[in-house]
């Protein structure tokens, strides 16, 4: 069974930083994109940032750029999600995603096959 754990949410003040992690576990994903999506209440799921196989091309959403950083562990199976700087805004339950298929990137969330339950960022001003 394949499975998509995130973990590291929790309550930070507005300035501070959270790592969230994702780990896969009833396959390997080392050849598969991997991506970082979130959901405020009463929103749509959004893209925040993905990650291609080896980990040499990254892109992020406006929103975080500069503040967030994708990184990957094919060795552990492990995405993380390095958030520093955070605000308020950035209040939401994050879900870790990979694409079903080996291939290139996207933020589209209809291109990603396997999800996590997510895990909840607060962020208080």
């Known amino acids: 069974q394949v499975q998509l754990k995130e973990s590291g949410g929790g309550l930070v003040e507005a300035g501070g930083s959270l790592r969230l992690s994702c780990a896969a576990s009833?396959?390997?994903?080392?050849?598969?994109?991997m991506g970082w999506f979130r959901q405020a209440p009463g929103q749509e799921r959004k893209f925040v940032a993905v990650?291609?196989?080896?980990?040499?091309?990254?892109y992020y959403a406006d929103s975080v750029k500069g503040r967030f950083t994708i990184s990957r562990d094919n060795a552990e199976n492990t995405v993380l999600l390095q958030m520093n700087s955070l605000k308020p805004e950035d209040t939401a339950v994050y879900y870790c995603?990979?694409?079903?298929?080996?291939?290139?990137?996207?933020?589209?969330?209809?291109?990603?096959?396997?999800w996590g339950q997510g895990t909840q960022v607060t962020v208080s001003s």
């Open positions: 009833g396959r390997t994903f080392s050849d598969h994109a």
């Open positions: 995603a990979a694409r079903g298929l080996p291939g290139t990137v996207s933020v589209l969330a209809t291109d990603y096959h396997y």
């Open positions: 990650i291609n196989w080896s980990g040499t091309l990254t």
